[in-house]
């Protein structure tokens, strides 16, 4: 399985970005049966998780991103999708995307202040 992270960039306090993790490979429950879960690592510190979607849909966010981040799945496409607004350059990171046992290459977001 692989998994591609991409979306990210540079964007000043306040806007928004849309990471996509899209899987290929062979899993098993297929894509849609399995947690995905998007992590970040900011320089210096360790890497903390973000937020996860299950299976089902259900959704969970750590504190620091609640109500500015948003998950959203498209199993057809075999893709996640994490929704970044009101950003604040705390969030500026390295973020990965994780499934099963599988990590994504990661993908540099930048908040300017």
């Known amino acids: 399985v692989q998994l591609q992270a991409s979306g990210g960039g540079l964007v000043q306090a306040g806007g928004s970005l849309r990471l996509s993790c899209a899987a290929s490979?062979?899993?098993?429950?297929?894509?849609?049966?399995?947690?995905l879960r998007w992590y970040r690592q900011a320089p210096g510190k360790q890497r903390e998780w973000v937020a996860t979607?299950?299976?089902?849909?259900?959704?969970h966010y750590a504190d620091s991103v609640k109500g500015r981040f948003t998950l959203s799945r498209d199993n057809a496409k075999n893709t996640v999708y994490l929704q970044m607004n009101s950003l604040k350059p705390e969030d500026t990171a390295v973020y990965y995307c994780?499934?099963?046992?599988?990590w994504g290459q990661g993908t540099q977001v930048t908040v300017s202040s």
């Open positions: 994780y499934l099963v046992s599988w």
């Open positions: 490979g062979s899993l098993g429950s297929g894509f849609g049966g399995n947690t």
């Open positions: 979607i299950t299976s089902s849909g259900s959704t």
